[in-house]
């Protein structure tokens, strides 16, 4: 189950984290994946250990802050890497503020990268994926887009802004065979998580009902999940992977 043979996947944020976890899943279950983020650097370290594992990545250098040189980046992909049938849009930043001190700058950059960079990555691929009636997109969304959460209004706003057009897309292409979900985390296990004082770990942990934090392979088997055949029939769906800290 959950078999990725013969398929052809795109994750962009792919340089760490959530991104890297699904790119190292996917390639565990059979696809080949085009592995996208801005530090080329990173990305060729993610290839050779996928490579070294028995499986396939090719790295893409791809910043979403320049959307719109996100076709000329796309047209660079090797024509056996091209018809990418399993697109995970995951590339994400934060520049958090309160409200009334936040400048068009941190709202914009956010919204950009988050919301219009997933835009322009799918708009690029969809073409393939409807044309060879096969096809899933699955978008990186947050629980902070269904919650929102104070000093995050550009950040929820550009998740919340992905399920809409996650639901919208779904709508408009289920027809042609190609599902769009989101994957909404919750609080996960990264980087910044691991330095936090143990008072504000336990604080956070106590308003998730599974009273831990999650892990990125919490996140990638729900992308893996959706990307697989077995998700054939669930399209405009966004599933909470956040142990039960959003109901």
Known sequence: MFRLDGKTGLVT????????ACAALLARQGARVVVAARSLDKL??????IAAAGGQALPL???LSQPAQVPERIATLPAEWADVEVLVNNAGVTDDGL??????EQWERVITTNLTGAFAVSRELIRGMMRRRAGRIIN??????LMGNP???NYAASKAGLIGFTKALAREIGSRNVTVNVVAPGYITTAMTDVLPEKSRQELESVIALRRLGTVDDVAAAVLY???DEAA????HVLNVSGGMYM
Request: proline share 0%.
């Open 61 to 63: 250098q791809l910043d």
């Open 151 to 153: 000093g995050q209004a």
């Open 233 to 236: 029939y669930v399209t405009g």
């Open 140 to 145: 990186v969304s947050s629980v902070v887009g």
């Open 44 to 49: 060729e370290s993610l290839a050779a250990e």
């Open 99 to 104: 409200f009334a001190r936040m400048s068009l």
């Open 13 to 20: 944020g792919a340089s760490q984290g959530i991104g890297r």
């Open 226 to 228: 959706l990307a697989s």
